[in-house]
C-alpha cells in the first residue's frame, strides 16, 4: 500500500508460482487480478506464471483453460495485448508435497524459467490450497531450497485467512512457517483489506485533522461492525458444519475492521509501524472468563424463511449438516479493548448468513448533546450522531447529525452528509486483490497480518470457543439461539445490546 500512488512503479521481475492452480480461487480470482494489474501497467516488465497442481496438464492446455477463465471471470473489458502480456510465460508442473522428487522437478523448471524470462531469481509462492496444505508444501519448498533468498534475489509466500483454527493451531502454523521462512517473508493475506474502503480507514483518521481528536472514549459511545451476508451455507454444509461463523469471520475479517478503527497512530507509515499498532489493539482486548463469555456472546443458526424471494432451508437440514448440529451460523459479540483511548467504549460485533440484507459496515456512535438547552422546546429528542463506513455492496462514508429544519418553529431533524466514491474517483472494477498481489511483489507487508497479530486475535476469541464447546458437551449447546432466514438476526442479538441501552443499527 503505497503511500504516495504517484511512486507507483512496475515491481521487480518474478517468477509467480501458483499452488492450487486448477481451483476456483485462481480462476475467479487471482487471475484476474493479474490481468487488471497489467491493464493498469503495474506489472513486473518481466513476468512468468508457473502453475502447480497434483493432476497433469501440459502448458499449452494450462494456458487455455487459464484464458478461458479470464474470459468468463474478468472485471474488464479484454484486450489481445494485455491477455498476451499475461500468457505469454505460463507453464505448468505436477508436484504434491507427498510426491518424492517433485520438488526437485519443480525447482528445476522454475530455475529454467528464470533464465528464459529473466525474472533474476525472485519468486512469489502462491498457497491457493487448503489450509491443511500450507505446512506441508512450505516444508517441501525449504527442503528443495526454493525459497533461500540471497542479496540478489527475494523469495516470497503468500497465505490466505484461515491462519488456523484456534489458538493452538495457528502457533504450530506460525511455528511451522518460520521454521522454513523468515517473518519478512511470509504474507499472510486477508482478501478483506483489498477493500478501498477498508484502507481507507487509517487514511480518514489521520490524515484528517477533523476525525482523530474526537476519536476516544470522550467523544465515542460505541462502535458497531457488521458484516452481514445473504447467502446460506448451500453445498458447504460439510466445511460449514465444522468451522461456523466465529472461526470463518472474526479472528480475520471482523478483527482486521476492529483494529484499524482502534489503533494507536503508527510512528511512520510503513508496514512495520502500522502491523505492530493493530497488534497491539489485538492484544488489548479484554480476556473474559468463561461466565463472561456468554454472558457477552450470543451466537445462533437460521430457520427456514426466505432472503430476497428465495426460499431458504433450516441451515439443520443443509445436505452434509448434523440434524443436531450446535455451529452456529450467526455470532454477536461484545469485545472490551483495555486500552486508555478505548476504556468503557464496548465494541459490538455481529456478522451472519442468510441475513435481510448484505451489508458490511463500521458504526462510530459519538455521544449524545446535552439535552439541557432544549428543555421547554419542541424539540422532544435529538437524531443519533454515526460515521458511518460502508464497506460492501456500497463504499461510501456517512455522517449523521442534527440540522434544524425549514419554518419559523424549532424543529430538529436527522440528516445525512454521504460521501460515495464512485462520484469522485474513476476505480476500475477489481477483484479486490489487485494491491495485496501488487504490495507483495513491492515487498510491502503493511496489509498483511504478522504472526503476533494472528495469535492475538486468535487469543481474543478463545474464550469463547472455550465457553461454547463447555456448553455444548453439558446440554448440547442448548443456547444456540435461531432466527428466521431473511432477518435482522436472532432476538437475543438484540437484548445483548439493548441491555446496556443502544440499539444495533438496522440492516434494511
Known amino acids: 500500500m503505497n503511500a504516495d500512488p504517484a511512486e507507483q512503479a512496475h515491481p521487480d521481475p518474478c517468477c509467480f508460482v501458483i499452488f492450487g492452480a486448477s481451483g476456483d480461487l485462481t ?32 502448458d499449452d492446455s494450462f494456458r487455455a483453460r487459464l484464458e478461458e477463465a479470464l474470459r468468463e471471470f474478468s472485471t474488464r473489458p479484454l484486450t489481445r495485448k494485455t491477455v498476451a502480456r499475461i500468457l505469454k510465460n505460463v507453464s505448468y508442473v505436477q508436484a504434491d508435497p507427498e510426491q518424492e522428487g517433485s520438488f526437485e522437478r519443480l525447482k528445476a523448471h522454475i530455475e529454467k524459467v528464470e533464465t528464459d524470462v529473466g525474472t533474476g531469481g525472485n519468486r512469489i509462492f502462491y498457497l491457493a490450497t487448503p489450509p491443511s496444505g500450507f505446512a506441508p508444501i512450505v516444508t517441501a519448498l525449504g527442503q528443495a531450497g526454493l525459497v533461500k533468498q ?28 518460520l521454521e522454513i ?8 493475506m486477508d482478501h478483506y483489506l483489498g477493500k478501498e474502503t477498508v484502507q481507507n480507514i487509517m487514511i480518514l483518521r489521520f490524515a484528517n485533522g477533523l476525525f482523530e481528536p474526537l476519536w476516544n472514549r470522550n467523544h465515542i459511545d460505541h462502535v458497531q461492525i457488521t458484516v452481514a451476508e445473504t447467502v446460506d451455507v448451500g453445498r458447504r454444509g460439510k466445511f460449514y458444519d465444522a468451522t461456523g461463523a466465529l472461526r470463518d469471520m472474526v479472528p480475520n475479517h471482523m478483527f482486521q475492521l476492529l483494529s484499524l478503527v482502534a489503533m494507536e497512530a503508527p510512528a511512520r507509515f510503513d ?31 437460521y430457520e427456514g424463511g426466505v432472503v430476497r424471494g428465495q426460499k431458504v432451508t433450516a441451515y439443520r437440514e443443509t ?12 455470532v454477536a459479540l461484545k469485545l472490551m479493548v483495555d486500552t486508555w483511548r478505548w476504556a468503557g467504549v464496548p465494541f459490538y460485533l455481529r456478522t451472519g448468513k442468510a ?14 448533546a446535552p439535552f439541557s438547552m432544549f428543555r421547554n422546546t419542541p424539540v422532544d429528542r435529538l437524531a443519533q450522531n454515526f460515521l458511518v463506513l460502508g464497506i460492501q455492496p456500497d463504499e461510501t462514508i456517512k455522517l449523521h447529525f442534527n440540522a434544524k429544519a425549514p419554518g419559523p418553529e424549532l424543529e430538529i431533524g436527522g440528516v445525512d452528509m454521504t460521501f ?29 497480518q504478522r504472526a503476533d497479530a494472528v495469535e492475538a486475535g486468535w487469543a481474543a476469541v478463545e474464550p469463547f470457543q472455550k465457553a461454547w464447546a463447555k456448553a455444548n458437551d453439558r446440554d448440547g449447546g442448548k443456547d444456540l439461539a435461531t432466527y428466521p432466514a431473511g432477518t435482522d438476526g436472532p432476538e437475543e442479538a438484540d437484548k445483548l445490546i439493548s441491555r446496556d441501552g443502544r440499539a444495533w443499527r438496522p440492516l434494511l
Open 27 to 58: 480462476r475467479r480470482l487471482l487471475l484476474p487480478a493479474l490481468y487488471n494489474l497489467a491493464a493498469s501497467d503495474l506489472m513486473p516488465e518481466r513476468f512468468a506464471l508457473v502453475g502447480v497442481a497434483r493432476g497433469e496438464d501440459t
Open 271 to 301: 508496514a512495520p509501524a502500522v502491523r505492530a499498532a493493530k497488534a497491539e489493539v489485538l492484544q488489548a482486548i479484554s480476556q473474559y472468563t468463561p461466565a463472561e463469555a456468554m454472558k457477552n456472546s450470543v451466537r445462533a443458526a
Open 420 to 448: 460515495r466514491y464512485d462520484d469522485f474517483f474513476d476505480a476500475a472494477p477489481t477483484t479486490g486483490y489487485e494491491t495485496l498481489i501488487y504490495d507483495c511483489m513491492a515487498g510491502d507487508g503493511m496489509l498483511f
Open 355 to 368: 441475513l435481510g440484507a448484505r451489508k458490511s459496515e463500521v458504526a462510530i456512535k459519538f455521544k449524545e
Open 181 to 188: 521462512l523468515q517473518e519478512d517473508q511470509i504474507f499472510r
Open 150 to 177: 540471497s542479496r540478489d534475489a527475494w523469495r516470497r509466500v503468500i497465505v490466505e485467512k484461515p491462519f488456523g483454527t484456534d489458538l493452538e493451531s495457528a502457533r504450530k502454523l506460525n511455528e511451522s512457517l
Open 319 to 330: 445436505p452434509d449438516v448434523l440434524a443436531d448440529s450446535a455451529t452456529e451460523t450467526y
